[in-house]
């Protein structure tokens, strides 16, 4: 398999000069010493929001599920994923089912 060129063309003087000239121009795109002093860790502005790791999972809205590791026949899980999405859910709705029904025994 061939490698791919990288092409890299760089900007022109020019362009750096319209590019510079733009950032010159925009108010947002500078910080004045007032508004650095002004500014607060965002631990201490939003505590609740920083208290959660980015990536980690929020508060579960129902009691948590336990996760397993289960083998089932190819035909049992074919069965279920013909169903399309919710397989997984549909599975634990008919074990559900089998329990409930041996508790009525």
Known sequence: ??????????????????IEAGIAADPDSRITDAELAAMRPASEVLPDLVKRMRGQRGPQKAPTK?????????????????GGKGWQSRINAALRGVVENRRDE
Request: net charge negative.
């Open 1 to 18: 398999m061939p490698k791919l060129k990288k092409t890299h063309i760089p900007p022109t003087p020019e362009d750096v000069a319209e």
């Open 66 to 82: 336990e996760v397993v590791t289960l083998r089932l026949d190819p035909d049992v899980v074919a069965h279920f994923r013909a």
